[in-house]
């Protein structure tokens, strides 16, 4: 069964980091793009970062450039997102979404291209 595990969410105070972990089960993430969105209450979902296949690749919407990173560790099957300099704007339900792109290094910004979802990690920014 293909699985995306979502883990690291939590609460921080403004100003804080958090990293969050994407994990795959059933499938090696070798040849696959990454998106992690997220959504906030009454809020549309978000794309927030994206990257392709091999990690040379990576796309941040306007709001998080600069404060945070996306990753992958291929060894380990897992996607990384590393927040710094929270805000409470960055309150939401945080997912991780994958898509076959084995012949492409980007990787889609729409989220409707994306096959295989996680469950999501909660973040919560707030003194």
């Known amino acids: 069964q293909l699985q995306l595990v979502e883990s690291g969410g939590g609460l921080v105070q403004p100003g804080g980091s958090l990293r969050l972990s994407c994990a795959a089960s059933?499938?090696?993430?070798?040849?696959?793009?990454i998106i992690w969105f997220r959504q906030a209450p009454g809020k549309e979902r978000e794309g927030v970062s994206c990257i392709g296949n091999s990690g040379s690749y990576t796309y941040y919407t306007d709001s998080v450039k600069g404060r945070f990173t996306i990753s992958r560790d291929n060894a380990k099957n897992t996607v990384y997102l590393q927040m710094n300099s929270l805000k409470p704007e960055d309150t939401a339900i945080y997912y991780c979404?994958?898509?076959?792109?084995?012949?492409?290094?980007?990787?889609?910004?729409?989220?409707?291209?994306?096959?295989?979802w996680g469950q999501g990690a909660q973040v919560t920014v707030s003194s």
């Open positions: 059933g499938f090696t993430l070798d040849y696959y793009a």
């Open positions: 979404a994958a898509t076959y792109r084995r012949w492409s290094r980007t990787c889609p910004k729409g989220l409707g291209e994306y096959d295989y």
